[in-house]
């Protein structure tokens, strides 16, 4: 069982920055790929972005691309997501994710991972 856990997120003005993390209890966090996605208000979860367990590999939504960067620290069991240009569409509950995989391609689809985070709130003021 691996416990991820968020935190970073908050009330911030639009064009404004915030550092996501999320910490896995995993000691095998190397052999997970990580994934950010996120929940708005009375809309489906959808993914943001996502990074193979070296680092080597990473892949953004469209919506995101350029502004959003996803890295890792394996030897702190940690990834981030670097959210640049906040807007205020950009405002959900942003939920880490966990997959058992050792593969360069990583995916978009929420079924695929094994672990979710409880998530944390990102709030952008217009």
């Known amino acids: 069982q691996v416990q991820l856990v968020e935190s970073g997120g908050g009330l911030v003005q639009a064009g404004g920055s915030l550092r996501l993390s999320c910490v896995a209890s995993a000691r095998t966090f190397s052999r997970y790929a990580m994934a950010w996605f996120r929940q708005a208000p009375g809309k489906e979860r959808e993914f943001v972005a996502a990074i193979n367990w070296s680092g080597g590999s990473t892949y953004y939504a469209d919506s995101v691309k350029g502004r959003f960067t996803i890295s890792r620290e394996n030897d702190k069991n940690t990834a981030y997501l670097q959210i640049n240009s906040l807007k205020p569409e950009d405002t959900a509950v942003y939920y880490c994710?966990?997959?058992?995989?050792?593969?360069?391609?990583?995916?978009?689809?929420?079924?695929?991972?094994?672990?979710w985070g409880q998530g944390t709130q990102v709030t952008v003021s217009s």
């Open positions: 994710a966990a997959e058992w995989s050792r593969s360069m391609v990583v995916n978009t689809d929420p079924k695929k991972y094994d672990y």
